[in-house]
């Protein structure tokens, strides 16, 4: 049986964790460790020292716990016997992680549930060797690779990255296209939310990357979402907004239909059902123009009136320009003809002296003469 003289780790540089290959080592061995590294002496399952960067002269004068191993003599030299696990505590870059199936999320702007997928990549690095060697490597396996912890952490990694990332998406009201242009946000809102789940592992996250996160093509919902966002564009520049949008349009399917439903049955019950729909039909359009183009004053409308005539008698101005679009109406008329705006807020004049009259007055104060209806 052969016994070691030097211990030092010669696997190759790519593993987390490598055992040394021989397990009998002679009192006064040298130990070689680089500063990258820690290394773990065990027995039965139990570690009983452990050994970070420098040259170690292995005895009982410096070390106690030989004592404890030693199981033999040979040839004069006291023998110890014991397994040395060599850790690798450098960072570990580029492990890669991503959704197993899609998150559903419901966008923040438009309601839609629709489902994302999500990719990226963490770091790593060994904090607590010990800990490690014994929660997640255990005492019987000869080496540990990057590709060994990804899979290990792979189901609890992404269970918790879904649950996440749905939380601060909802958080953060961001909508599901923006988030694209957020990923180095979310992913530093994420990344203390992570540590966790390797502190129990002895482990350190380092970094947290966020590659990518996208709505699959083959969601229902895909099509929709898109469009939706197309039209967002073009409303941003109207000055006008998606709730606004909608509203609009229920307005104006009533006013195309102004006999069915609610609204045309009360408009029908008193004698209104087509300025019902009218008066729908200029709500509808009012939301869009009259927010970006406000009315002018009446009396640049149309002089003749909003202001008292001067002189004597005198006939008011004949027809209505329409406060709404601007649309010449008759003097009788009470809606736009081409808007279905109300046009009964204006002052009425005599027609024969010009005096001001009150709006449901059959005849003239000042005059007498009866009022043209």
Request: aromatic share 10%; glycine share 10%.
């Amino acid at each position: 049986m052969e016994l070691y003289s030097v211990i030092k780790n010669n696997a190759p540089g790519d593993l987390l964790v490598s055992k040394f290959e021989g397990e009998d080592f002679n009192n006064a061995s040298q130990l070689i460790v680089t500063e990258s590294e820690e290394a773990l002496f065990m027995k039965d399952g139990v570690i009983v020292q452990s050994f970070s960067g420098g040259r170690f002269t292995l005895d009982t004068k410096n070390y106690p716990f030989i004592s404890a191993l030693r199981n033999k003599f040979s040839g004069g030299k006291s023998p110890f016997n014991c397994r040395v696990y060599f850790v690798n505590k450098v960072h570990k870059l580029e492990l890669f992680w991503g959704t197993d199936s899609p998150i559903q999320m419901r966008d923040a702007e438009f309601g839609f549930m629709v489902g994302v997928r999500a990719r990226g990549s963490y770091s790593i690095q060994v904090a607590d060797a010990k800990k490690f060697l014994l929660k997640l490597v255990g005492n019987n396996v000869n080496s540990f690779t990057s590709d060994d912890i990804e899979t290990y952490f792979r189901s609890a990694f992404v269970m918790h990255i879904k649950t996440t990332l749905a939380k601060q998406m909802k958080e953060m009201r961001m909508t599901v296209l923006d988030m694209s242009s957020e990923l180095t946000d979310i992913a530093e809102r994420m990344k203390p939310i992570m540590q966790p789940i390797f502190d129990e592992y002895g482990i350190r996250l380092v970094n947290f990357y966020i590659v990518d996160i996208s709505i699959p093509e083959n969601d229902p919902n895909y099509e929709k979402i898109n469009t939706a966002y197309a039209n967002r564009g073009a409303r941003n520049i109207e000055g006008y907004t998606w709730q606004q949008e909608q509203s609009a349009g229920i307005l104006r399917d009533l006013a195309k239909n102004p006999g069915a439903g609610g609204i045309g049955a009360m408009g029908a019950g008193i004698g209104m059902g087509a300025a019902a729909g009218g008066m729908f039909a200029g709500l509808a359009n009012q939301m869009f123009s009259g927010a970006q183009q406000p009315a002018q004053p009446q009396a640049d409308k149309n002089p003749g009136y909003g202001a008292a005539p001067q002189g004597g008698p005198q006939q008011a101005a004949h027809g209505r320009k329409c406060p709404q679009c601007g649309a010449e109406n008759s003097d009788k008329a009470k809606f736009c003809c081409e808007c279905g705006a109300k046009l009964g807020s204006e002052k009425v004049f005599c027609t024969n002296c010009g005096a001001e009259m009150p709006a449901n007055a059959k005849f003239c104060n000042e005059c007498g003469a009866k009022r043209e209806s």
